[in-house]
């Protein structure tokens, strides 16, 4: 089972989607692992965590799924786009923290948001017919 996290609201102002988080607190890592840098975040985890964002947002914006059944909903939304709940977490969290991962983050999800088409040019204006220019 899993809850909404502090990292959840802030990264919901962030990107208008909270964060998931496991309810069973990991367990304590070595201190090796504390001081170990953060995994890299690939352009294809980006683009995962976008349409995860966007899915879990839609899921807490409809009033006709019960509270009760929106944290299910919100993790079945970051688990089909390909991510487990705590890398979807982790990028929320350096997204916070990474001005390099926040600004690819959102990039991310306005492009998955707007389609493809956000990122096609419109097409040059075609002279008048008759050759008036």
Known sequence: MITLTHAALAAGVLFGTPAIAQTTPPAAPAPQAQTAAPTPVTDEEVTKFARAALAADAVT????IPAA???TKMTEAVTGAGLDTGRFNEIATLAQTDPAVKDKVQAAIVAVRDG??????APAA????GGQQ
């Open 61 to 64: 914006k409809d009033a006709s």
């Open 126 to 129: 075609s002279p008048t017919p």
């Open 69 to 71: 059944d929106k944290t």
């Open 116 to 121: 493809p088409q956000a990122a096609v040019p």
